[in-house]
């Protein structure tokens, strides 16, 4: 069983929400259900699920009369022997991309608020026109993703003591052992391959073969494009496939500014653009905007033409270079360009995750290029980070500017500073 974060952010949700729903938003297959099944009966008497997309024919309970009553009496007709318990009920309506009125339906059942209502769905982004009312004020917005690296090491039975033991290396920015350092790498190097999807590594954990991870992945895959199949119109489908899966090319470029050209030659940008916006809004993607200057707020200097696309899981980016990736990562010997690629999408991961927005700076002339700025406190905190050792001639030169007080290097070595430049592990990304 898998320790999610996820679970304390709903006991919170329960424990202080005023007529408000819950709808859950994030990719196929990162736990959404399974957290919500699990949360249910353990903090409920009573556990209603409907899932859209597995039953169908439950659509109708939201047809015609959206009242409470209504709704409850169409499910005790559709669902025989479900209670209705009052402030002791959770429903949960599962895939409600598939039933736009169920969605309309959470405003009339936030102001009942006699039972407690989740709603969860992978497609939601796209699908948003089809409601006729969006209940703005009734529903509080959760972002779900893959296990993130702390995540993983529970799952690997690393203790939150041993991981809190590592955060007071970070904290104090003192060296931290090599013994230490060379087996959170280890890990690290296991997390990049197998990922965050839970399936991914329930299946690592029970054979401990990354054949098997790679074939687990793959399924994974298949069922995103199968899901561009169904749900993309008919002249997205096929731009929005070859744009997905032209990620990993674009990520070992020098460059990796997301290019058109690497897609299809001689194409325009405005061809594409809504297959991107697709794939984002299915949550397969994250946007990473260059900025004109990094000066707080960053959203006031994004270029819009200007962007690299991550993977929303860093093993789902890794299964698409192939087995033989896996074994050249674990092994510690890959070089090259497709290696900074896979570890700015691993730090991306980390960050999307800590509820950051991916922004990055590259100067005009080209020469600097910083992987990413953060937002602390309305100050800009530049990250770049390095696979090996290194050198950040662009964090330095960004360093220079007198309102930026802090640096963050993250490499494959231990913990420096270096004036207003603090390096770390690139495992510490999961700590600031």
Avoid at 249 to 274: C, D, H, I, P, T
Avoid at 303 to 328: F, R
Avoid at 333 to 341: A, F, S, W
Wanted: hydrophobic share 40%; charged share 25%.
């Amino acid at each position: 069983m898998l320790k999610r974060k996820m679970m304390q952010k709903l006991i919170s949700w329960k424990n202080t929400k005023d007529k408000e729903c819950l709808l859950i938003k994030g990719a196929r297959q990162i736990g959404k259900t399974y957290i919500v099944d699990r949360f249910a009966k353990e903090n409920y008497k009573s556990y209603i699920q409907i899932n859209f997309e597995e039953s169908p024919s439950l659509k109708e309970i939201f047809d015609d009369n959206l009242s409470t009553d209504e709704i409850k009496k169409k499910i005790s007709l559709m669902l025989p022997g479900v209670k209705f318990i009052e402030k002791n009920t959770l429903i949960f309506l599962d895939e409600i991309q598939a039933c736009p009125q169920a969605r309309t339906a959470l405003k009339f059942l936030a102001i009942d608020n006699r039972y407690d209502v989740i709603a969860s769905g992978s497609l939601l982004g796209i699908s948003y026109r089809e409601v006729s009312s969006i209940p703005v004020g009734y529903e509080t917005h959760m972002e779900m993703h893959s296990l993130d690296f702390e995540e993983f090491l529970w799952a690997k039975e690393i203790s939150s003591e041993t991981i809190n033991t590592i955060k007071d290396y970070f904290e104090r920015l003192e060296k931290i052992p090599n013994i230490i350092h060379k087996t959170m790498m280890k890990y690290l190097r296991e997390y990049i391959v197998v990922g965050g999807m839970p399936a991914v590594i329930n299946k690592f954990n029970e054979t401990n073969n990354f054949n098997e991870v790679q074939l687990e992945q793959q399924k994974i895959i298949d069922s995103y494009l199968d899901d561009i199949s169904k749900y993309a119109t008919t002249s997205e489908k096929p731009k929005a496939k070859n744009c997905y899966l032209s990620i990993p090319k674009q990520l070992a470029k020098e460059n990796k500014k997301f290019m058109f050209s690497v897609v299809e030659k001689g194409v325009a940008a405005r061809k594409y653009a809504n297959s991107l916006e697709w794939l984002r809004d299915a949550n397969l993607v994250r946007f990473c905007f260059n900025v004109s200057i990094p000066e707080f707020p960053l959203v006031a200097y994004e270029k819009d033409n200007q962007y690299k696309l991550y993977l929303n899981d860093i093993g789902i980016l890794v299964s698409m270079y192939g087995y033989e990736m896996k074994k050249a990562i674990i092994s510690n010997t890959l070089t090259g360009n497709v290696k900074g690629g896979i570890y700015e999408n691993l730090i991306a991961d980390m960050f999307v995750k800590k509820g950051y927005k991916l922004n990055y700076f590259k100067n005009k002339q080209n020469s600097q290029e910083t992987e990413f700025l953060l937002t602390k406190k309305g100050k800009i905190v530049p990250v770049e980070v390095k696979a090996g050792n290194g050198s950040t001639k662009s964090l330095n030169e960004i360093l220079k500017r007198n309102d930026i007080e802090t640096g963050y290097k993250l490499t494959s070595g231990n913990i420096g500073i270096a004036d207003k430049k603090i390096i770390l592990p690139l495992y510490m990304g999961m700590f600031l």
